[in-house]
């Protein structure tokens, strides 16, 4: 039986929301946190489940920010379905793998065009540690970055006609 669900998250969308959603969740990390991290992610602000093991994941730039962090089980669906009705212009891309093997997960919250919905409900394949890397077969993941590309070129143009977004 699966202790934990290991969760990475991507977010895309303009600065300013990604500011918000940080200035809202993420905070300077307790002294009894995971020695590697200088933050946490508090998700039962808004009724999530507890969280442990936060870290960011991969420099921030403007309109993309990365972290992972661990849950008891199970991927905390409801909470990223409540985070995207809060943050409507903000893109989640999720990802989990139980450390059993179990399932794990991958899609979007606030799916962009060509994206895939969130589901956690997939088997993991037999070669994902030693070989695949990725979640999705090689059709999907090639699939997916295309829709990345296509989603950082559409954050780009909007910066370059409006502006820089605001830190505020």
């Known amino acids: 039986m699966c202790d934990e669900m290991w969760n990475s998250v ?49 420099p921030a730039e403007p309109g993309y920010y990365s972290f992972a962090f661990d849950t008891l089980a199970i991927f905390p669906t409801g909470t990223f379905e409540d985070l995207a009705k809060l943050f409507p212009t903000l893109a989640f891309d999720c990802e989990c793998i139980a450390d059993d093997d179990r399932s794990m997960g991958y899609g979007w919250f606030n799916t962009p065009p060509g994206g895939e919905d969130f589901r956690d409900d997939y088997d993991v394949p037999a070669d994902y540690w030693t070989v695949r890397g990725y979640k999705r077969s090689p059709a999907g993941q090639r699939r997916h970055e295309m829709v990345v590309a296509a989603l950082r070129q559409r954050l780009r143009e909007t910066d370059s006609i409006n502006g820089p977004q605001s830190n505020a």
């Open 10 to 58: 991507e977010i895309y969308g303009p600065q300013s929301g990604i500011d918000r959603f940080k200035r809202r969740f993420i905070f300077p990390a307790p002294a009894n946190n995971w020695a590697g991290s200088t933050h946490a992610i508090e998700l039962c602000r808004i009724g999530g489940d507890d969280t442990w093991n936060f870290r960011e994941t991969f």
